[in-house]
């Protein structure tokens, strides 16, 4: 059984899915290849315009596909094996396949009918569900998580999703991200953290301090959905208490973990 929920309009990230280059998709003509590109809703103008700087003359097309809706298709619980009762296929109406980053976070459906007709032994779940759980498995995701010109690639552990090439001819920042993957400690990393106390009513802000037993900076609070969220934390500090301080006479204790699906070398 798989919990199925669309990232509709409106959500901190709602992808939308743009036809960005050419290339083939499994299953499609080649006269209608392409490259689906899911991002944030928020920043899609922004996508588009900086991705136009790179196509020269190139005789490339780029475009929203508001038609389309992407669904996460999620297991019921963290045992739930999410990959046998579904296979990877391509459609004239449909793409399902498992999401690039993580297994944990199961898979994609890309289409213009209704996801849970797809998928008849679904359940319709909604964003909040999507979020609670990409949170817990400590993944990042939008612009809130992931701040431009904040948000680091190694430090936001996309190296571990399939999100960074170190293969790849050269880009921006291409340099620096893999003489440190080869040769640098990366001693700061973004991971799944839970909050235990009383929260504040509108949630902890965005670059809130985290703080050690002693007061000492270990790192600072990212985003989150209730009592769980992200938080880029020195690797040297989360063995011990955490907390953040929410007044003067008041703190929320702050547990950090490492999730199962990293690399075993890294954990």
């Known amino acids: 059984?798989?919990?199925?929920?669309?990232?509709?309009?409106?959500?901190?990230?709602?992808?939308?899915?743009?036809?960005?280059?050419?290339?083939?998709?499994?299953?499609?003509?080649?006269?209608?290849?392409?490259?689906?590109?899911?991002?944030?809703?928020?920043?899609l103008g922004a996508l588009q315009k900086h991705l136009a700087l790179y196509k020269i003359r190139r005789k490339v097309t780029m475009e929203p596909r508001p038609e389309l809706r992407v669904w996460a298709v999620l297991p019921n619980s963290p045992q739930a094996d999410q990959t046998a009762p579904l296979q990877e296929r391509a459609e004239a109406t449909a793409i399902l396949t498992r999401d690039p980053r993580t297994a944990c976070m199961g898979w994609r459906l890309l289409t213009q009918e209704e996801g849970?007709?797809?998928?008849?032994?679904?359940?319709?779940?909604?964003?909040?569900?999507?979020?609670?759980?990409?949170?817990?498995?400590?993944?990042?995701?939008?612009?809130?998580?992931?701040?431009?010109?904040?948000?680091?690639?190694?430090e936001s552990n996309l190296a571990f999703m399939n999100g960074v090439s170190f293969t790849k001819g050269c880009y921006i920042g291409q340099e620096l991200t893999t003489r440190t993957h080869h040769m640098g400690v990366i001693r700061k990393r973004l991971l799944p953290v839970r909050l235990t106390g009383l929260l504040p009513?509108?949630?902890?802000?965005?670059?809130?301090?985290?703080?050690?037993?002693?007061?000492?900076?270990?790192?600072?609070?990212?985003?989150?959905?209730g009592n769980v969220g992200l938080a880029l934390l020195r690797l040297e500090t989360i063995k011990g208490p955490l907390h953040i301080r929410i007044s003067e006479s008041d703190q929320v204790a702050v547990t950090a973990s490492v999730p199962g699906w990293w690399p075993v070398a890294t954990k």
């Open 1 to 43: 059984m798989c919990l199925v929920s669309w990232l509709g309009a409106g959500a901190s990230a709602c992808p939308r899915a743009s036809c960005l280059s050419p290339g083939r998709l499994p299953g499609y003509a080649e006269e209608a290849s392409g490259f689906f590109l899911e991002c944030d809703s928020s920043v």
């Open 116 to 154: 849970p007709a797809l998928l008849p032994r679904a359940q319709l779940g909604d964003l909040q569900d999507y979020h609670t759980h990409r949170y817990q498995q400590g993944i990042p995701e939008g612009v809130r998580d992931l701040p431009p010109g904040v948000a680091l690639p190694l």
């Open 201 to 225: 009513a509108g949630g902890v802000g965005p670059g809130t301090a985290v703080l050690t037993a002693s007061g000492q900076a270990a790192g600072k609070f990212r985003a989150g959905q």
